[in-house]
């Protein structure tokens, strides 16, 4: 089945250290999006990418990169500048930028 | 991108029809009504959107009304699965606020037996 699929589920990171979330689609989209969401709250933009080899900076994209080498891959690296990296992170695709967004099952992130 | 305003929470009996308000009296032209869904822990799931027309898919109906400064997502048959939160989302697409989904706090739908 089409989808997205995000990689893991729950993840654990030590103070100092990178991690990296996965996000992979087999839609056929071009662009895809990351997306935190903090209890309670709605979602915030991290970082998109419209086509291969380009993203741009979302609302909150200070201590996290990425990178789109392969239009179905979209990793987001949570980098230790990240001072409250604890949060849902959601990967997202759609067919240009209007295109209804499908998003993954999610990845949750805690601080050990 | 324009400002939604929907109920804090509804309920619905299992079997009947989910009718769920959104107000967006400061949407442009260009502006697209979106609905998501999301249940707890999951990912959001986009249900319908729509920009003038009323629209009908597999999971709901959407009716925007003629001035298009509100619309009415309908779930036809509610079942016990279709307890989530469900978000309204006004936007265009391009430039600066490329494909961002702005969510609000969303209506908390309860479906009871």
């Known amino acids: 089945d089409g989808g997205i699929t995000q990689s893991p589920k729950y993840l654990f990171r030590k103070e100092g250290q990178n991690v990296t979330l996965s996000c992979e689609q087999n839609?056929?989209?071009?662009?895809m999006y990351w997306y935190r969401q903090d209890p309670g709250q709605g979602l915030r933009l991290i970082y998109y990418?419209?086509?291969?080899?380009?993203?741009q900076k979302g609302d909150i994209a200070e201590g996290y990169s990425v990178s789109r080498e392969k239009k179905e891959s979209f990793p987001l690296t949570v980098t230790s500048a990240q001072k409250n990296p604890t949060a849902f992170y959601l990967c997202?695709?759609?067919?240009?930028?209007?295109?209804?967004?499908?998003f993954g099952d999610g990845t949750r992130l805690s601080i050990l | 991108d324009a400002k939604t305003t929907q109920p804090p929470s509804m309920d619905c009996a299992e079997g009947r029809a989910a009718n769920l308000p959104c107000n967006h009296s400061?949407?442009?032209?260009?502006?697209?009504v979106y609905w998501y869904r999301q249940i707890h822990s999951q990912g959001p799931q986009y249900i319908i959107h729509?920009?003038?027309n009323n629209e009908t898919n597999e999971m709901a109906s959407l009716i925007i009304t003629e001035d298009r400064k509100s619309s009415t997502l309908i779930l036809p048959h509610a079942t016990l699965r279709d307890t989530a939160v469900y978000y309204c989302?006004?936007?265009?697409?391009?430039?600066?606020?490329?494909?961002?989904?702005?969510f609000g706090q969303g209506t908390i739908l309860t479906v009871h037996p």
């Open positions: 400061t949407i442009s032209g260009n502006e697209y």
């Open positions: 990418s419209q086509i291969v080899n380009d993203f």
């Open positions: 729509g920009l003038k």
């Open positions: 989302i006004v936007r265009v697409g391009g430039g600066t606020s490329y494909g961002k989904l702005t």
């Open positions: 997202a695709s759609s067919m240009g930028g209007l295109g209804p967004q499908h």
């Open positions: 839609l056929n989209h071009d662009a």
